[in-house]
């Protein structure tokens, strides 16, 4: 593992950006669960445009959940930049907790997702708090790339952006 790179790989760059659309889809298009379930339990008809999107959201989850595993895999086997020196302390620390707090919501959402589905319907509760906890986090992570970008002019965001170059190559 290498912790002295200057910049993601291309694959951890695609898997950022692939998961990040799929949980903008689960983010607005996940109420359609719900209405699924609700009509399962009334022993409701469904129209094929809720089923579709309660089938979506099944899938949609699962593939989040698996694209996160990779991610951590390649993250482990390959590793990633260290912090820039123009980030203070807390700015180091604010990130790594903010990363690490996406990695249990994009763990967590999916498994609880399921319990509720198949085991547990009461984890649609805490299922359904992952959605606000998902906006702030996303908002607090894309302002704080545009902060870097913008304010203090480094390579932050550029780094999620393009890949890094093999040094060897």
Known sequence: MSSEKSGYSGLQIGLHWTIAVLVLFQ?????????YVDAA???RQ????????GSAHYWVGLSI??????????RLFVGAPRAQPTMSKWMVFTSRATHALFYCLLV???LSG?????????MGDIHALAKPVFIVLICIHAGAALFH????????????LV???????
């Open 114 to 122: 399921l319990l509720a589905f198949y085991v547990w319907g009461w």
């Open 163 to 169: 890949p890094a170059r093999d040094p060897a190559g």
């Open 46 to 53: 469904l129209s094929s445009y809720d089923q579709t999107m």
């Open 108 to 110: 967590g959402a999916p």
């Open 41 to 43: 339990a009334d022993g």
């Open 65 to 74: 959940l698996l694209l996160v595993f990779v991610r951590l895999a390649v």
């Open 149 to 160: 970008h913008f304010v203090l002019k480094d390579i932050v965001l550029r780094r999620m």
């Open 27 to 35: 983010l607005l298009f996940g109420e359609s669960m719900t209405t």
